[in-house]
């Protein structure tokens, strides 16, 4: 079964959506069976791997989208990365790096982490939708913990938050608070 119609379809509607979307969904608006669509993706997986396709199938948020390859997004991350998201300062890379890995955390945590004030960075995040309120602390006076949210994987490219690199031991103790 090689399907090589409906491939060729799902590919279409995955160049023109601009939310990543799970096979369900897919599925729905290529009117094709689950099963159908999976066997479409792995398709599209494997004609991706050839070294003369620029894109790659990617799963985002629980999602597919198709994504430049991460060799050449390296390259063109700094024109359309910071065109389409617009670039964000040291202080709130460090305040968001800070939120996605220790979340959840609440802004006084982060300020203590940091050592400075936090305000215009946590402003910021929240308006580029990178960062979101996920509950209060059972602690004196129910302090506001805030995490990453699918914005944030969308830019990183991360399927889950699980998926951020792994740090080595002196990096994770910057991100822990002396308890």
Aim: with cysteine; aromatic share 8%.
């Amino acid at each position: 079964m090689e399907l090589a119609r409906e491939t060729g379809f799902v590919e279409s509607i995955l160049f023109l959506e601009s939310e990543p979307l799970n096979v369900r969904s897919l599925a729905a608006k290529a009117q094709l069976s689950d099963e159908v669509v999976e066997k479409c993706i792995e398709n599209l997986i494997e004609k991706y791997k050839d070294d003369s396709c620029g894109v790659e199938l990617s799963m985002i948020t629980g999602g597919y989208c198709l994504t430049p390859k991460k060799e050449y997004w390296e390259v063109l991350k700094e024109y359309y990365g910071s065109k389409r998201e617009g670039k964000l300062s040291k202080s709130a890379m460090e305040t968001l790096s800070i939120i996605a890995y220790s979340q959840p955390i609440t802004r006084s945590e982060i300020e203590a982490i940091r050592g400075v004030g936090v305000d215009n960075a946590m402003r910021l995040l929240i308006e580029k939708n990178l960062v979101k309120e996920v509950g209060k602390k059972d602690a004196p006076g129910r302090p506001t913990q805030f995490g990453t949210t699918k914005e944030f994987l969308k830019l990183f490219r991360l399927n889950s938050i699980a998926d951020l690199p792994k740090l080595d031991e002196d990096e994770a103790e910057r991100f822990e608070l002396a308890r």
